[in-house]
């Protein structure tokens, strides 16, 4: 199994860039596609960005297209998730998840969730 951790959540005004990692224990990132999802309060969880297990490539929902970027550090063991040009609406938990397949997992495919960290940007 494989424990997820996330970090670097916090405060910042509209237009900032904050970078979230994804530090994974007793499995290697490199062996699952990582997602980043966010939960807004009172709303479901939307899907961010995955990067695929292997080829490495990367698929972004349309919201953060050409503001965020995925990338993964296998030495460290961390998935990481840039964002620039944050708008309030970026305002949610962020939580990352890993699942056992290649290519895009369908969201039940991701079978370890972290505990989350919440993202807050003021206008």
């Known amino acids: 199994q494989v424990q997820l951790v996330e970090s670097g959540g916090g405060l910042v005004q509209a237009g900032g860039s904050l970078r979230l990692s994804c530090t994974a224990s007793g499995r290697s990132v490199g062996l699952y596609s990582m997602g980043w999802f966010r939960q807004a309060p009172g709303k479901e969880r939307d899907f961010v960005a995955v990067i695929s297990r292997y080829s490495g490539t990367s698929y972004y929902a349309d919201s953060v297209k050409g503001r965020f970027t995925i990338s993964r550090d296998n030495a460290k063991n961390t998935v990481y998730l840039q964002m620039n040009s944050l708008k309030p609406e970026d305002t949610a938990v962020y939580t990352c998840?890993?699942?056992?397949?290649?290519?895009?997992?369908?969201?039940?495919?991701?079978?370890?969730w972290g505990q989350g960290t919440q993202v807050t940007v003021s206008s």
């Open positions: 998840a890993a699942a056992p397949v290649t290519g895009i997992p369908r969201t039940e495919q991701y079978g370890y």
